[in-house]
């Protein structure tokens, strides 16, 4: 199957930062993109869902000035957790999806820890 | 939006037997009906998936069913093996949209 890709897969950082997480599809053009937050012990938790070269829809409840999705080309997406607080301590992941195939395509993750 | 739903939360079997898990869904416009597998700290493996216009797929001990009426859709495996425990996620697409139930762990013991 297609590979997505994603970096970091872990960052610690302080309380008040940013972070950025990048997402990339790397043998199929992702037209669609959706990042998730996974909880521990949790389901996934669709956080937003990106085209290319246009605005990221947000799911209600989800803060777009504090999570900026950034789908720029159609091989990378990027999430920046601006302003890390603790309680945005999570495992991010990563899906992307091509027009032709009904499948979406999981990232590895990144866990975030906001100390 | 799409609301899914996924019985039972944990899951324990005895290698050899069948597991079943069960999902419904809300929104009758969903026509894509994946399942993930998801080891600790990876990301969900798609195991099986059925479309809004097949009844039944199976893929070796795996299978799924699909009521379009009843909105409900179930995993089956047969001859559990010890491998086989993870967390199991159901999900119902309409055009972009994936929405997840909310997890079995199913554990087999050998």
């Known amino acids: 199957g297609a590979v997505v890709s994603q970096h970091p897969s872990w960052v610690i950082c302080k309380s008040g930062t940013s972070v950025k997480i990048e997402c990339r599809s790397l043998?199929?053009?992702?037209?669609?993109m959706f990042w998730y937050r996974q909880f521990p012990k949790q389901s996934l938790m669709l956080m937003a869902t990106?085209?290319?070269?246009?605005?990221?829809?947000?799911e209600q409840g989800v803060e777009k000035d504090k999570f900026l999705i950034n789908h720029a080309s159609l091989t990378l997406s990027t999430l920046t957790v601006t302003s890390a607080h603790p309680e945005d301590s999570s495992f991010y992941i990563c899906?992307?999806?091509?027009?032709?195939?009904?499948?979406?395509?999981f990232g590895p993750g990144t866990r975030l820890t906001v100390l | 939006g799409e609301n899914v739903e996924q019985h039972p939360s944990t899951l324990s079997v005895q290698e050899g037997d069948s597991a079943v898990i069960k999902c419904t869904y809300s929104d009758s416009a969903s026509n894509y009906f994946p399942w993930y597998k998801q080891e600790l700290g990876k990301r969900p493996q798609l195991i099986i998936d059925i479309r809004s216009n097949v009844g039944e797929k199976k893929d070796q001990r795996i299978a799924v069913t699909l009521n379009k009426t009843a909105k409900h859709f179930s995993l089956h495996i047969t001859e559990t093996q010890p491998e086989d425990s993870a967390v199991y996620f159901c999900a119902a697409r309409v055009t972009y949209d994936m929405r997840f139930g909310a997890g079995t762990r199913l554990t087999v013991k050998p």
């Open positions: 899906s992307a999806r091509d027009r032709n195939y009904n499948e979406q395509f």
């Open positions: 043998d199929f053009q992702a037209t669609t």
């Open positions: 990106s085209n290319e070269g246009s605005k990221a829809t947000y």
